[in-house]
């Protein structure tokens, strides 16, 4: 197997969001013909946006597809910064409405124990997860694994729970919303098909650092990076 993920570079962003819809089409149709139900787990922030309403224009059998979060602010539903309200928003419409969406925050008004409630949770949902999607910060971290967060250890672990708490370092990335849920390592890493996006020369640049040898606490993508070198990576400028 290759030592690092091969990069399929899109001339602009539509390109970007149209083949990384269908690699996800693709991916839950064939599992949706071997199983019952399915999980797709998707992220928050800019990146994934384009391609959720692509996707959500996709006749599957989406009342059979379990959508989780990557990660999610410690933020009611009802908040800006919520990424349930945004995948609620940007993917569960249309030919999607009737996807089962699987939150991570909850009413404990408790970190750790809003991480082993999640944990709970994910227990319901079809796993190994089917279908990932990630971005990555400017940063290097992708899901809530920040560098040098506390709690990243743990979500790194080869036995952490699927849901870790995260306290990140507060920076420009982070904004005030450093208090995060995440999906941990183990649970993305034996997903059966991983993808990552990401746009612009900053990002690009990150990644090919990335690649390079060097602490994972300080480009934490290089943890997924470096377990699933065959995973998907699609760039645009
Ligand atoms: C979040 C996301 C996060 C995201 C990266 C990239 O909660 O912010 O899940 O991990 O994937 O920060 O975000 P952009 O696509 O906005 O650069």
Redesign the pocket.
């Known amino acids: 197997m290759e030592r690092n993920p091969h990069v399929t570079v899109f001339a602009d962003g539509d390109a970007l969001a149209a083949a990384l819809a269908d690699r996800v089409a693709t991916a839950l149709s064939a599992a949706l013909e071997t199983k019952e139900r399915v999980s797709l787990a998707v ?6 946006l384009q391609v959720h309403g692509l996707l959500a224009e996709r006749p599957l059998a989406w009342d059979r597809v379990d959508v989780v ?5 410690w933020v009611a539903p009802d908040h800006e910064g919520s ?1 349930e309200a945004f995948v609620r928003e940007t993917l569960l419409h249309d030919c999607a409405q009737d996807a089962q969406l699987t939150g991570l925050w909850s009413e404990t008004g408790n970190l750790p124990a809003g991480a082993t409630i999640a944990s709970r949770a994910m227990a319901y949902v079809s796993q190994p997860l089917d279908v990932v999607l ?5 940063d290097g ?4 694994w920040f560098p040098s967060a506390e709690g990243l250890t743990a979500a790194l672990a080869d036995d952490a729970s699927p849901v870790v708490a995260i306290r990140a370092q507060a920076s420009d ?1 982070t904004g005030a919303l450093t208090e ?1 849920l995440t999906l941990s390592l183990p649970m993305v890493a034996e997903a059966t098909s991983i993808s990552l ?3 612009g020369e900053t ?1 690009r640049a990150v990644f090919e650092q990335a690649l390079s040898d060097g602490d994972v606490e300080d480009l934490p993508v290089r943890a997924i990076l470096r377990k699933r070198p065959d995973m998907w990576v699609g760039w645009a400028p």
């Open positions: 992220s928050g922030g800019s990146s994934p979060l990557v990660d999610e602010r990424n990630l971005g990555m910060g400017p971290h992708t899901a809530s990335v995060r996006l990401m746009r990002k």
